[in-house]
């Protein structure tokens, strides 16, 4: 009995070893659009819209599980897997166009937030800012190229670290009204408004490049060949790890947005970024302001460093081709310098680059399930039918609420 007691003890340290791909694609729910998103959200409407965090971060936690699962098994990435699929090389490069119009936007969201972030802690112009953001997403992607996986993971933990303090300290000196809080979980609306701000928390909680990312994530983890039952712990700890990572992001987005509700609701000018941060310093104090800004600077740091390893795939699984790491940068990060210098006001910015994100979301999400579901691709560790079930909902629902997203700024403008 004792022995059996200590084999299943030494099996679940083994487990808690797998953990790291997850947090590193659990970044993208913690960039700065989101916190922009979540800020904006309390800051109007209060309390309304907790409900709607946490319902993206449940859907969340099942497409990010079903993407490292396609690479754990497939040994591919989602871009490898579907570079081998569509067999038409026009076909494969308008895929492509469409995907880096993706990480394009992605980075304009990121770079964007380091250098609201830079120019709020130390009044950096904002193409200086977004010239460091790129560079350091560009040094990390050395660091996974030539160190591997594990020191990269390691670098963006100690970023949500910051992230964690610097969003959440302002409510541990200012404590929301749990009561109120708590009525937040109730799904309702109020207006056209908080439809919109709805669509759009849950348009930026699941990203294409953050799919793209985690699957390359675990294949790159998990490269070795095991056997079925190697591969079947591999997917219990990819379980926990996406527990664990979402949950983290699930709390730090519910607590930005109760932040925001408890301080800010009803203050003038908190529907920008820097509005937001004058807020808190004006309400809880510079310490309180300072934090929140190093954490939207790790937010832009990290979020920007996944997102360039995620264009990185993109390009090569479905090009099939390797570009030297600084053109590849350059590539998506030129759109955001070009965005900052000609004077586009951020948080515009931020909204619109979830716009397109939007667009990306059926082409990363359908082919997504599709894979996950076919048997000759992962073998025994095919979906069940209640799992491509619930992720074909999913998938639809965050579809259509993308959909409604660009018809409400259309209507809107």
């Known amino acids: 009995m004792a022995e059996a007691t200590f084999v299943r003890q030494y099996r679940g340290i083994r487990v808690f070893l797998l953990i790291g791909p997850a947090l590193v694609a659990g970044v993208a729910y913690l960039d700065p659009g989101n916190v922009a998103s979540n800020m904006t959200a309390g800051a109007q409407y209060g ?49 492509w166009l469409q995907a880096e119009l993706v990480a394009m936007a992605t980075d304009v969201a990121e770079v964007i937030g380091g250098a609201v972030a830079l120019n709020l802690l130390f009044g950096w112009p904002l193409v200086a800012g977004g010239v460091l953001a790129g560079a350091v997403s560009m040094l990390l992607l050395v660091v996974q190229g030539k160190r591997g996986a594990k020191p990269f993971e390691r670098i963006i933990g100690l970023f949500i670290v910051v992230i964690a303090v610097g969003f959440g300290a302002g409510v541990v000196i200012a404590p929301p009204d749990p009561v109120a809080a708590a009525t937040g979980l109730v799904p309702r609306f109020d207006g056209t408004g908080s439809v919109l701000l709805a669509a759009s928390i849950l348009g930026a909680t699941i990203m294409p490049h953050a799919i793209y990312a985690h699957s390359a994530l675990a294949r790159d983890r998990f490269a070795e060949d ?37 301080t800010l609701q009803g203050v003038d000018g908190t529907d920008s970024l820097e509005g937001a941060h004058a807020a808190l310093g004006t309400a809880l104090g510079p310490v309180i302001a300072t934090l929140f800004a190093l954490g939207l600077l790790a937010s832009g740091l990290a979020s920007t460093s996944v997102g360039a390893y995620a264009g990185a795939e993109i390009m090569s699984g479905l090009l099939r081709v390797r570009i030297p790491l600084l053109v590849r940068r350059l590539v998506t990060l030129l759109p955001a310098l070009v965005i900052l210098a000609v004077g586009v006001e951020p948080t515009l910015a931020l909204v619109l680059s979830q716009v397109v994100l939007s667009f990306g979301i059926p082409f990363a999400l359908v082919p997504l399930v599709r894979l996950t579901a076919d048997r000759t691709l992962m073998g025994a560790h095919v979906n069940r039918r209640r799992t491509t079930l619930l992720a074909t909902l999913a998938a639809l629902l965050l579809i259509a609420l993308n959909v409604t997203l660009v018809v409400l700024l259309v209507v809107g403008a």
């Open 47 to 95: 309390y309304l819209l907790v409900w709607v965090v946490v319902l993206g971060n449940l859907t969340a936690w099942l497409i990010q599980y079903l993407s490292a699962k396609l690479g754990i098994v497939a040994r591919q990435s989602l871009p490898e897997v579907l570079g081998e699929r569509i067999r038409s090389r026009r076909a494969r490069v308008a895929y």
């Open 226 to 262: 095991v056997e079925a039952p190697g591969i079947r712990r591999l997917l219990t700890g990819t379980r926990v790890d996406v527990t664990i990572a979402l949950a983290i992001a699930g709390t730090v987005n519910v607590v930005i947005l109760l932040l925001a509700a408890s």
